[in-house]
Nanobody
């Protein structure tokens, strides 16, 4: 079992930045692929990006060039650095862990509780 706890969400103006953190415990973190997803009100959950166990990254087109995922295996933590935020980035952001590195949410085994990000215009 792995527990994931996100933090760092909040309210920011358009054009601003936030860094989300996801702290993991309970399993061998460095062997897991880690992903970020988000869900806006009234919309389906969507893929944001992932980082593989060996630090390969991949991003959704909507965030490419603005968001960056990194991981610190010594702290069992994955980060989502969000720059140039837009109102359409407003959502609950979730981190997920799995023995995969892809954009299929169904293949991730463990999920955090989510953290709210609100971008005002």
């Amino acid at each position: 079992q792995m527990q994931l706890v996100e933090s760092g969400g909040g309210l920011v103006q358009a054009g601003g930045s936030l860094r989300l953190s996801c702290a993991a415990s309970g399993r061998t973190f460095n062997s897991y692929g880690m992903a970020w997803f988000r869900q806006a009100p009234g919309k389906e959950r969507e893929f944001v990006g992932f980082i593989s166990w060996n630090n390969s990254t991949y991003y959704a087109d909507s965030v490419k060039g603005r968001f960056a995922i990194s991981r610190d295996n010594t702290k069992n933590t994955v980060y989502l650095q969000m720059n140039s935020l837009k109102p359409e980035d407003t959502a609950v952001y979730y981190c997920a862990a799995g023995r995969v590195s892809n954009y299929y949410d169904s293949e991730y085994l463990y999920w955090g509780q989510g953290t709210q990000v609100t971008v005002s215009s």
